[in-house]
């Protein structure tokens, strides 16, 4: 491996601004790191070059261990985004910097600058000054000025961020190039997603600190698994499906024997089908709705269409609260399509899809439970969870009545008397986690997560989902009796470690692992007190006895904190 | 205008008037005065003013102020390139109030800086004193002159190279740094030199100011003719005499050499601006 990450930690005044980045990236490879602005990308760039010290974590660069090394010493390529001239030395003195710095022969230096100059198509240009370059020229010399002292890696922080469209093509162009002829392993940060899909191997998109997946491009676009990559990569229309047996519908789930699980399903708008009438066999239908926008855009035209109250649920609250004649779907059309069929506005279509990928989300949409309309209301403005569901996207429902079965979405309840009979009840009733709240709690800076020895997978890809919209620290914390003989101690840890890598493998989470032995709950009371603002993430294997006694304790003690309880295998 | 345009098209009328204003207040108060004391001074016999000129206490004079004044420029240079360094990268408490302090010497009158600096460096003031047990003598010595000017001094020098340093980006550290470059090398190579044409306006100002420096000085150099005696200071005292020639004489030299000062400011920051390409287009 060209570049190792492993739990790469920054904090800036106890703030995460990179989070648990672990990533390998291979020899000759270019990375993007996608992300918008904010998200830790260039701060993670920077730690990689040694200019900004990490709190926690480890650098390596092929193979050799760079953590404690300073960022002269690192041998690294950086290319910044306002290009970092030196404007007081000539174009030739700048290239030429790593090489003086490394007292280079000056025959060696003057034969390396030509070549440089030429691979960056600068020839010629030796002796001016930046200040007489125009901003696209600057950057080449930037460029030629990065890979002077051979290095083996090349980083770009936002390199086109101040060039304009036509000047950023070429540039692009000019620097996969020289990536693809010198075989060097480059790391690009950019916001701009047609850039990320223009050069990279592989892309790496970032969100509040957290790395949130890796992946080839047209893999992300295709099946990403999350709401903020399946939004953030091109458009995207997020719906609320039902798996019915083994085929995913968005018909509302009604008086049914069994309640249909609820999914986030990705449309993208170039998969819509727009027709007038009957759905065309062989697509998914999606539902009724009036064309309210047309966009004519030269080779595809863009429609938006205000979709019928009782059709399809939106997953994404906002898009119809401004709205209260049902939600807008984004959809698009290419230019033989639009001429073959054309639509105008106001006219009432059908909409179907072509392709529907549903997200891996354990969390869905939230439901609270309560007695009272007003305990719902309150338990609904709670801070930590109107957080997650703006940042996930997610709808809140409440619910004051009793009914068969758990609600599609995750049930919410209220801390205190009673809670723990609720939550099992739910858990038995269709549920696979409920989350139990004191209202009013704020987001906590701290998750542990507890897994049982069969919830474990479950429990993971909750607490996964809950850390990328929360900029909080992790920590998976298995606890075994004390009495447990040293020979079973080996493979308890290794089954712990085998959690994480496929926290990792699975979730892109990577978790800081601990493994204790001891009294089960006074271990676990121990870790919660010295952090009190933690939340605690349990998975339970079975809703048996012993199990009931340890939730009551959890939601009825005397200590309250937000608490997600996990069950080992979901229904159906 | 008739012929040709001298300024661009402006949106306000009223050039003539301006230009007008501009010229005549420019001759009330800098030109004719100047001009006056110029003609005064070229009245006398050229012999008789070279004599004047190179009179034994007008060349101490000339000695003391320039090399004091040179002197002086010189420690703020290095010492107000610290604060101004300290001032912009750093925030520590009461960076604020340090920052307005600094300005302090332009606003006081300066008779108040002298009065204040013979007050603590007098042999019984309390620095004094204790720079007594150890052997040196500041007050009444062309080492008190060269304190006040060094006081008066520093301003310029902090003003003139904070600007230039918040100019100085991080990202041209970090670039010297990821080429290979250690803290030293980069100071030399990458931020004196983007600072040098700063510094050396800053230099020239506070040089050109402790030329002309009158009031704080007289109060802690004790006046000692051919030892501690400037050439304002000279200038005055022939004044008091009634010697209007001789007073015109200093005066038309002081003239001559503060325009070669300012005349060297100008250069210096041209050359600058070229250098780092400010003002060029592109």
């Known amino acids: ?572 | 205008m008739a012929g040709g345009r001298i300024a661009a098209p402006s949106p306000l009328p009223g050039f003539g008037l301006t230009f007008g204003f501009t010229t005549f207040f420019l001759s009330a108060v800098i030109l004719l005065p100047l001009a006056a004391m110029v003609i005064r001074a070229l009245g006398i016999p050229p012999g008789e003013l070279l004599a004047m000129l190179l009179d034994e206490r007008a060349v101490a004079s000339y000695r003391l102020s320039f090399g004091a004044a040179a002197l002086a420029a010189c420690i703020n240079a290095v010492f107000g390139f610290i604060v101004a360094w300290s001032l912009v990268r750093y925030d520590f408490p009461g960076r604020r109030l340090l920052d307005t302090m600094i300005d302090l010497p332009f606003a006081l009158p300066t008779a108040v800086s002298g009065i204040a600096l013979a007050t603590v460096f007098a042999p019984t003031g309390w620095l004094g004193t204790k720079l007594a047990a150890a052997g040196v003598q500041v007050a009444y010595t062309w080492l008190g002159v060269v304190v006040a000017l060094v006081l008066i001094g520093l301003p310029f020098v902090v003003r003139s190279v904070q600007p230039a340093l918040i100019e100085v980006r991080k990202d041209l550290e970090d670039a010297a740094e990821s080429l290979g470059a250690g803290g030293f090398h980069v100071f030399r190579r990458i931020i004196l030199p983007t600072v040098l044409p700063a510094l050396a306006t800053g230099f020239t100002l506070a040089f050109a100011r402790g030329i002309g420096e009158y009031g704080s000085v007289v109060f802690i150099s004790g006046n000692l003719p051919l030892k501690t005696e400037i050439t304002p200071l000279l200038i005055v005292i022939k004044l008091e005499q009634y010697d209007y020639a001789g007073a015109a004489a200093l005066g038309f030299f002081m003239l001559v050499m503060s325009f070669v000062m300012l005349l060297a400011i100008n250069l210096v920051q041209q050359w600058g601006q070229r250098r780092l390409g400010f003002g060029v287009s592109r």
């Open chain 1, 1 to 572: 491996m060209s570049i190792t990450l492993d739990q790469v930690t920054k904090r800036y005044q106890l703030l995460p601004v990179v989070n648990d980045v672990s990533l390998e990236i291979g020899e000759g490879e270019f990375l993007v790191l996608l992300g918008p602005s904010g998200s830790g990308k260039s701060t993670l760039l920077r730690a990689i070059a040694g200019l900004v010290e990490i709190d926690h974590g480890r650098v390596s660069l092929h193979g050799r261990d760079v953590t404690g090394v300073s960022a002269r010493d690192r041998g690294v390529g950086f290319v910044f985004q306002h290009y970092a001239l030196f404007r007081h030395m000539s174009v030739a003195d700048n290239v030429e910097f790593a090489l003086r710095v490394r007292r280079m022969k000056r025959a060696d230096r003057l034969a390396r600058r030509q070549e440089l100059l030429k691979l960056v198509a600068l020839e010629g240009m030796d002796e001016r000054l930046p200040a007489q370059l125009s901003g696209g020229q600057q950057q080449r010399v930037a460029v030629a000025r990065a890979l002077a002292h051979r290095p083996e890696v090349l980083l770009l922080d936002e390199p086109f961020g101040a060039l304009d469209a036509k000047i950023r093509e070429e540039l692009r162009r000019t620097i996969r190039r020289i990536q693809r002829e010198l075989g060097i392993t480059t790391i690009l940060v950019t916001h701009d997603q047609d850039e990320a899909f223009a050069m990279a191997d592989r892309i790496g998109v970032m969100h509040q600190g957290r790395l949130l997946e890796v992946g080839a491009p047209d893999d992300l676009y295709a099946s990403p698994r999350t709401r903020f990559v399946a939004t953030f990569l091109g458009a995207a229309n997020l719906l609320l499906g039902y798996r019915r047996g083994s085929r995913v519908d968005f018909e509302r789930p009604g008086a049914e024997a069994v309640t249909p699980r609820e999914i986030v399903a990705v449309i993208r708008p170039e998969e819509i089908e727009l027709t007038i009438g009957a759905p065309p066999a062989g697509l998914t239908p999606v539902g009724e709705g009036i064309v309210q926008e047309l966009q004519f855009a030269g080779a595809t035209e863009r429609l938006r269409v205000r979709m019928a109250t009782e059709g399809p649920v939106s997953a994404t609250p906002d898009r119809e609260g401004a709205d209260p004649g049902g939600w807008l779907l984004d959809a698009s059309r290419s230019y033989p399509d639009q001429r073959a069929n054309p639509l105008a506005v106001g006219q009432k279509v059908t909409v179907s899809a072509r392709r529907i990928h549903s997200l891996p989300t354990p969390i869905t949409s939230f439901t609270v439970i309560a007695r009272e309309q007003a305990a719902a209301d309150a338990l609904r403005d709670t801070p930590l969870l109107a957080t997650l569901a703006t940042r996930m996207q997610t709808r809140i429902t409440t619910r004051t009545t009793r009914t068969a079965s758990a609600p599609p979405g995750m049930p919410v309840l209220a801390v205190g008397p009673g809670a723990a009979a609720t939550a099992l009840w739910n858990l038995a009733h269709g549920a696979s986690q409920v989350l139990v709240l004191p209202p009013g709690t704020g987001l906590p800076s701290r998750i542990v997560v507890l897994p049982g020895a069969e919830a474990g997978v479950g429990s993971l890809g909750v607490a996964a989902s809950l850390l990328r919209h929360i900029p909080a620290e992790s920590v998976l914390l298995a606890i075994h009796e004390a009495s447990t003989p040293e020979r079973e101690r080996a493979s308890r840890l290794r089954l712990l470690l085998d959690a994480r890598s496929r926290a990792l493998t699975e979730h892109g989470l990577d978790l800081r692992t601990e493994l204790r032995f001891g009294d089960a709950d006074a271990e676990l009371e121990r870790e919660l007190s010295v952090h009190p603002d933690s939340m605690l993430v349990i998975g339970l294997d079975a809703l048996e006895a012993a199990e009931a006694a340890r939730v009551k304790s959890l939601l009825e003690g005397p200590k309250q904190r937000p608490v997600l309880i996990v069950r080992a295998a979901g229904p159906g």
